[in-house]
């Protein structure tokens, strides 16, 4: 049984950081790509960073330079250092990953940036 199960989400001010985790069932290396969504409320979930098998990473342009996507193998976990932020990163935070030809996600961890 594969599960992804993301936590450390909650309520922060803007300029403030927060660290995500997602912890994996299964050793992450299995996975093609480990990825972090964002999702608000009627809207659809939006890409927010990958990490590939081989460490490479990619990031949505509007969390460049704010946002960091780490793993640690040993501990089954990919991490999502959030810093600098801005109350448009409010929603929810999904894990997502791809292995044995399907795809799983995480119950999602709940984001709030406020004034």
């Known amino acids: 049984q594969v599960q992804l199960v993301e936590s450390g989400g909650g309520l922060v001010q803007p300029g403030g950081s927060l660290r995500l985790s997602c912890a994996a069932s299964?050793?992450?290396?299995?996975?093609?790509?480990i990825a972090w969504f964002r999702q608000t409320p009627g809207k659809q979930r939006d890409l927010v960073a990958t990490?590939?098998?081989?460490?490479?990473?990619n990031y949505a342009d509007s969390v460049k330079g704010r946002f960091s996507i780490t793993r640690d193998h040993a501990k089954q976990m990919v991490y999502l250092q959030m810093n600098s932020l801005k109350p448009e990163d409010t929603g929810v935070y999904y894990c997502?990953?791809?292995?044995?030809?399907?795809?799983?996600w995480g119950q999602g961890t709940q984001v709030t940036v406020y004034s």
């Open positions: 997502y990953g791809g292995v044995f030809g399907k795809d799983y």
């Open positions: 990490i590939t098998s081989d460490g490479d990473t």
């Open positions: 299964i050793g992450i290396f299995r996975f093609n790509y």
